[in-house]
């Protein structure tokens, strides 16, 4: 398969509060579809960040009584802190009131839509929900109250800006019905497509500077107005790309938006509406690309209770509060369990309820009892029968140049070069023995099914796919049992001692191709099972449990202490 340039973007949050799970659930996603593109030998660009210039960080500056700015640098630093705390292997991170290449880039953006005519001043009334940054119409509130704040929106009459969607409803509509833009999962494409036919009403882009309090990128020529802040901050996609350099377009433009084979987006439902109809306006009317592919989760509760927007930042009972800190639950339980509760437990379709139970028993169950007990154990058989050193059975091409870079000193996962799964590692490789004829086969369909599956955004297939390894590989031990082949081999059974080197063959082959298929998922506990399985000398390292279980009365005591030790 001839490698792809990937572009792909995860939205930019607020900031005006704290990160939350339902970031990182987003995050995380992203960063898998990046690391298995890499892995394939794709060219891969992953973008995160943050959209400082939202009215409501000024309110909740003002609540805080800091400065707006003050309250934009805390809360960024943070979100661009999971980076670490996720293990996140995002390329870029755009901030949109400090980065330099964002305010040219908006405004390169607006002159685009201005010299196509697009852009008009009107008189208007409107209700506005600040929580949400947008207008509704009577018909869309709630008893007269915004549906997703329960809050009365603001009267706003002025002379704003603005853009003239009506124009390309057609167009949006073939695009997207024709799949050249595919929104995913069919149902959100639906819900986009039937949106359109509804009929699209022009939209302001603007407000005047004093409703702004003046924060926010003034509107090229016209000082009285600030755009919209949903302008500007769906520009991050590609002025990060300094679409917004004078002159022709920039190298990095035509790179990765305009020469790119997928321009993804991973969006949460909520604002499904601005990346699949606005944006993709906005971008007809500057005569530029649109996304080839948009991405749609839904969301999560936490212990069966919304993830309020308002009460992120507010007072809560600490359990509360720590269930719902994605930091908070790396400290305690380590960034391999979030991540890969987040990717197994999270369907494709429909909210889902995350407790830290839950976390715990998927973690202890896959990760410390399968593949952490399946690790452990064939290190420790190819210590006890073969002094640690063992000739692994025929691999994928490119199995060991991974393992090495995967379990180096630095751990450094690699990012290209990636196994390709055509040949055999190297011809001189064991024949796998015919009793492993079924791990063999997961094995060889691994990497079909977690592509399939990732070109779907089915996470959880994908997951499901890799850990089919673990469990075939456990039976296998079970089946061929080294046990009893190694007491036959010591009573002077030379056929039992030959078989005992190829089940062990296979067994260390499975665990190796393991590492390599499930690292875009949980990349930390790949790099210590790479480290665990490759034989740098001739020898593997002494065995060391990968992930132990977690001990939910010491989990919790560890969190408490620490508590309690930032409060002192
Ligand atoms: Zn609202």
């Given at each position: 398969m001839t490698a792809q340039r990937v572009y792909l973007s995860t939205t930019i949050p607020y900031v005006n509060s704290r990160a939350h799970i339902g970031h990182a659930l987003e995050l995380v996603q992203a960063d898998v579809l990046a690391r298995h593109h890499r892995r394939i030998g794709d060219e891969v660009r992953l973008q995160s960040g943050t959209d400082d210039n939202s009215l409501k960080n000024v309110l909740a500056a003002e609540a805080a009584g800091i400065s707006t700015r003050a309250l934009v640098n805390r809360n960024a630093s943070e979100f661009a802190g999971l980076r670490e705390h996720l293990s996140l292997s995002f390329d870029d991170f755009i901030r949109t009131s400090s980065d330099p290449r964002h305010r040219p880039g908006v405004e390169r953006l607006w002159r685009a839509c201005a010299a196509s005519g697009d852009l008009y001043r009107k008189t208007y009334r409107g209700l506005y929900c600040v929580g949400c940054e947008q207008f509704y119409t009577d018909a869309e509130l709630d008893a007269g109250t915004c549906p997703d704040h329960g809050t009365p929106p603001q009267l706003v009459a002025e002379e704003n800006w603005f853009f003239r969607l009506s124009k390309y409803a057609d167009q949006l509509h073939a695009e997207i019905s024709s799949g050249r833009l595919r929104i995913e999962p069919a149902s959100r494409r639906n819900e986009v497509l039937g949106f359109i036919a509804g009929g699209l009403a022009d939209f302001s882009v603007s407000r005047s500077v004093a409703r702004a309090r003046g924060w926010g990128i003034e509107v090229p020529g016209d000082p009285s107005q600030v755009i919209y802040v949903w302008w500007d901050a769906l520009g991050n996609y590609i002025t990060s790309l300094n679409y917004g350099s004078p002159g022709e377009r920039s190298a990095e433009y035509q790179r990765w938006w305009a020469g790119a084979d997928q321009r993804t987006h991973v969006v949460g439902r909520g604002v499904l509406r601005f990346h699949a109809v606005y944006w993709p306006a906005i971008l007809l009317s500057a005569g530029e690309p649109l996304p080839t592919e948009i991405f749609v989760h839904d969301y999560l509760t936490v212990d069966g209770r919304k993830i309020s927007k308002s009460s992120a930042g507010g007072v809560e009972d600490g359990s509360a509060a720590e269930s719902r800190d994605p930091v908070a639950l790396v400290s305690t339980y380590g960034p391999d369990a979030l991540r890969w509760w987040l990717l197994r437990e999270v369907p494709r379709v429909g909210d889902t309820d995350f407790t830290v139970d839950k976390l715990v028993a998927r973690a202890n169950e896959d990760?410390?009892?399968g593949l952490g007990n399946l690790v452990n154990r064939v290190v420790s058989l190819v210590h006890s029968y073969r002094n640690g050193a063992v000739r692994p059975c025929a691999r994928p091409a490119g199995t060991s140049r991974w393992l090495a870079a995967a379990a180096g000193p630095d751990h450094g996962a690699p990012d290209h070069g990636a196994p390709d799964h055509g040949a055999p590692d190297h011809g001189a490789a064991p024949e796998w023995p015919a009793d492993a004829a079924e791990l063999r086969e997961t094995i060889q369909r691994t990497p079909g099914a977690v592509r399939t599956a990732l070109a779907r955004f089915d996470f959880r297939a994908a997951a499901a796919a890799v850990f089919e390894i673990v469990e075939q590989a456990n039976r296998y031990v079970e089946i061929a049992a080294p046990w009893h082949l190694a007491r036959a081999e010591r009573a002077g059974d030379t056929a039992a001692g030959a078989r005992l080197d190829e089940v062990l063959g296979a067994l260390i082959a499975a665990c190796q191709v393991l590492a390599a298929e499930i690292w875009p998922f949980v990349p930390d506990l790949a790099a210590r099972v790479a480290a665990a399985c490759?034989?740098?000398?001739?020898t593997l390292p002494r065995p060391q449990p990968v992930f132990p279980r977690i001990d939910t009365v010491e989990a919790s005591l560890g969190a408490r202490q620490a508590k309690v030790s930032e409060v002192a």
């Open positions: 990760l410390a009892n490759h034989d740098f000398d001739g």
